[in-house]
C-alpha cells in the first residue's frame, strides 16, 4: 500500500520562500508520476507540478514557473517542491499525489491521480 507524507508547510512573508517534502512509501511503481497540487478555500483544487520518476521529467502550472522547482530524492523516496517568491495568492493546502501513469504529470488534473497524502498548509502574508 502506497502512503505519502507531506511536511514543510508554513507562514511566511510575500516573497519568502519555503521547502514542501513529500515522503513515499510502498509500490515504486505506483509513484511513477508525482505531483503536488494546493487546494484554496472556496477553489478547486489545482495542479502546481508534477515529475515521472522514471526520468525526472517536470511539468509546471504557469502560475508558478520560474517560482517553483520540483525534484526528487530517489535513494529516499521523497519528492520536494522548493518555491520561492511567494505571494500571498500562493496560499492554500498543497497536497502530494501519485499514480503510476505517465498521462497523469502530463495533464496535471486531481481526477486522474489515485494516491493523496493528506495536506500541508501554507499561508503567505502580504
Known amino acids: 500500500q502506497v502512503q505519502l507524507v507531506e511536511s514543510g508547510g508554513g507562514a511566511v512573508q510575500a516573497g519568502g520562500s519555503l521547502r514542501l517534502s513529500c515522503a513515499g512509501s510502498g509500490d515504486a511503481y505506483s509513484r511513477n508520476c508525482m505531483a503536488w497540487f494546493r487546494q484554496a478555500p472556496g477553489k478547486e483544487r489545482e495542479g502546481v507540478a508534477s515529475?515521472?520518476?522514471?526520468?525526472?521529467?517536470?511539468r509546471y502550472a504557469d502560475s508558478v514557473k520560474g517560482r517553483f522547482t520540483i525534484s526528487q530524492d530517489n535513494a529516499k523516496n521523497a519528492v520536494y517542491l522548493e518555491m520561492n517568491s511567494l505571494k500571498p495568492e500562493d496560499t492554500a493546502m498543497y497536497y502530494c499525489?501519485?499514480?503510476?501513469?505517465?498521462?497523469?504529470?502530463?495533464?496535471?488534473?486531481?481526477?486522474?491521480?489515485?494516491?493523496w497524502g493528506q495536506g500541508t498548509q501554507v499561508t503567505v502574508s502580504a
Open positions: 515529475i515521472i520518476t522514471s526520468r525526472s521529467s517536470t
Open positions: 499525489a501519485a499514480d503510476p501513469w505517465d498521462g497523469a504529470c502530463r495533464y496535471l488534473l486531481p481526477h486522474n491521480f489515485g494516491i
